[in-house]
T-cell receptor, first 111, second 112 residues
């Protein structure tokens, strides 16, 4: 059974700090998603990656397939980055739809 | 603009009543999904559909039912058989199972 572990579960930081959220998984995957959930509940897909690194604005996502690990970085963090960040992995043949979700990292950026 | 619309945002239901949550997408996606989110837990799959007129049970389908009569619509009915229906429900769609997923804004259901 694939397990997806995120760390930390909760993170509070000051505006401007560099943020790192980690995701580890236990079996081989085809792709990994980073999702953002705001307090209202809606979810936005930030990245989908299967190797290397992707960058979008102040957000950077990296993945190491051999080590089964991914990180989401936020540079120059801002209070509007406060949200829950969720990691999800796609496993071929894994489960009904192949997606296994982590429990999320609750990020608060204080002004 | 293309996207997924869930309605209503908040829903209250009396015990013993069925209730239907709406999910509509105009992204022309074949695959649609319903997830349930509880505090401190990851999203769990209720049902999914990869094509019109076909759907499959997910990990926690008991007490739920769905239909997929149109490509754009994938409503979820929470029946009175669902023992603990109070939760946050999210609908998602993808062009296919391995593509980036798009999520709705969710419906928070409270049974009173």
């Amino acid at each position: 059974k694939n397990e997806v572990e995120q760390s930390p579960q909760n993170l509070t930081a000051q505006e401007g700090e560099f943020i790192t959220i980690n995701c580890s998984y236990s079996v081989g995957i085809s792709a990994l998603h980073w999702l953002q959930q705001h307090p209202g509940g809606g979810i936005v897909s930030l990245f989908m990656l299967s190797s290397g690194k992707k960058k979008h604005g102040r957000l950077i996502a990296t993945i190491n397939i051999q080590e089964k690990h991914s990180s989401l970085h936020i540079t120059a963090s801002h209070p509007r980055d406060s949200a829950v960040y969720i990691c999800a992995v796609w496993v071929p043949g894994g489960g009904a739809d192949g997606l296994t979700f982590g429990k999320g990292t609750h990020l608060i950026i204080q002004p | 603009d293309g996207g997924i619309t869930q309605s209503p945002k908040y829903l209250f239901r009396k015990e013993g009543q069925n209730v239907t949550l709406s999910c509509e997408q105009n992204l022309n996606h074949d695959a649609m999904y319903w997830y349930r989110q509880d505090p401190g837990q990851g999203l769990r799959l209720i049902y999914y559909s990869q094509i019109v007129n076909d759907f499959q049970k997910g990990d926690i389908a008991e007490g739920y039912s769905v239909s997929r009569e149109k490509k754009e619509s994938f409503p979820l009915t929470v029946t009175s058989a669902q023992k603990n229906p109070t939760a946050f429900y999210l609908c998602a769609s993808t062009p296919d199972r391995r593509a980036e997923a798009f999520f709705g804004q969710g419906t928070r259901l409270t049974v009173v």
